[in-house]
């Protein structure tokens, strides 16, 4: 059956604390900060949308409630079409964020079999999020396509390679950095890469790259470069940069 951008859903993660934004997140979320007059997570949102997938998961914890009541569950954001928005409250149902994995697991019940993820703190506004990619992907059999951007001053060594045939790489002369957008088949979050029974009742935390990195071993994850503007909005320095008049 051909995924559609109706039945491919998208998840944005929101979950995280923030620390290295403090004290600005002491009293808001980090992806409620702003970046030229809006949210950061709703440029992906935005984008989302643009391109037809308008069904999010948001997964939340530190402030969470803050980011649900900004939103709530069918936002129209920019003249795009409404958004249905699943909330993933971590914080209230774990006391904590699950970390990458573990928060896309608990969600995978209504993530479906192939979907999107982006994080709701890395400001890329000239992304967009296409059918073709959701195409390309599904007939490839591959797990995981991940979107690698070039390394910013703050990770020069990159985190994968990209082999000229478009795979990721663990090992490679040279490296890219992960831009945390990517699409995956729910595949890849169950054995033998995750070990997590989906929906993560126990609310286990697991991070996302070693799954990502035992599934490149065995040929299963590709990738392409993105050269587009894309910033972690990771430091008060990186967000006031990003709000400069220019």
């Known amino acids: 059956m051909r995924m559609t951008s109706t039945s491919v859903r998208a998840m944005i993660l929101a979950a995280g604390r923030g620390e290295r934004m403090r004290p600005l997140t002491d009293a808001t979320p980090k992806p409620l900060l702003e970046v030229r007059g809006k949210p950061l997570m709703q440029w992906p949102m935005e984008a989302l949308a643009a391109g037809g997938f308008t069904d999010l998961v948001v997964n939340t914890d530190w402030l969470g409630a803050q980011i649900s009541n900004r939103f709530g569950p069918n936002p129209s954001l920019n003249g795009d079409p409404a958004l249905s928005i699943s909330y993933s409250e971590e914080g209230r149902d774990f006391g904590g964020a699950l970390e990458t994995a573990g928060g896309i697991v608990r969600a995978l019940p209504v993530l479906g079999d192939v979907f999107w993820v982006a994080a709701g703190d890395v400001f890329a506004p000239g992304f967009a999020f296409t059918q073709a990619s959701v ?24 985190d994968f390679g990209l082999s000229p045939e478009g795979l990721a790489l663990n090992s490679a002369t040279e490296k890219f950095t992960f831009s945390t957008i990517g699409l995956y088949r729910a595949a890849l979050f169950a054995p033998p890469y995750c070990s997590i029974p989906p929906g993560n009742p126990a609310g286990l935390k697991a991070p996302l790259a070693p799954i990502l990195r035992a599934a490149m071993d065995n040929e299963l994850v590709s990738a392409e470069l993105y050269t587009g503007p894309w910033t972690d909005v990771g430091t008060p320095e990186r967000l006031a940069q990003l709000n400069t008049p220019r």
């Not at 992907?137 to 990770?155: E, R, Y």
Request: aromatic share 8%.
């Open 135 to 158: 195409d390309h992907f599904v007939a490839s059999g591959k797990l995981g396509h991940l979107w690698l951007v070039p390394n910013p001053a703050h990770n020069l060594k990159g």
